[in-house]
């Protein structure tokens, strides 16, 4: 597995980027089946407002995983893994999602 960030500041505004790249895996005990590499990417940006009125540190956060809507396998063998073979007990991964947030102290 293998991942980066890159991540930039500027005043109030905070930006990142990040990478993973999770490598072919074996599925059986005897490594004759298994599930291709994949690589993952997730961006989001927030905005620090500072005070306004009576919030206290008032930020606006947005996020998106999967930014390229990769398909893979995420989990695999929770019913148990096979000795030889396969036995479909595979997760997908989650598709492109898109997450948001308003805080504030008060």
Not at 10 to 24: A, M, N, P, Q
Not at 47 to 54: E, R, S, T
């Amino acid at each position: 597995m293998y991942k980066a960030n890159l991540s930039y500041r500027w005043k109030g505004l905070e930006t990142h980027f990040d990478v993973h790249y999770y490598s072919k895996r074996y599925y059986s005990y005897v490594n004759d089946t298994s599930v291709p590499g994949y690589w993952l990417a997730s961006t989001g940006a927030r905005y620090n407002f500072g005070k306004v009125g009576f919030a206290k540190n008032l930020s606006v956060d947005f996020n998106v995983y999967n930014l390229f809507n990769s398909k893979y396998i995420s989990m695999m063998g929770q019913n148990g893994n096979p000795m030889s073979g396969d036995y479909q007990s595979l997760e997908r991964g989650a598709v492109r999602e898109f997450f948001g947030t308003v805080s504030a102290e008060f």
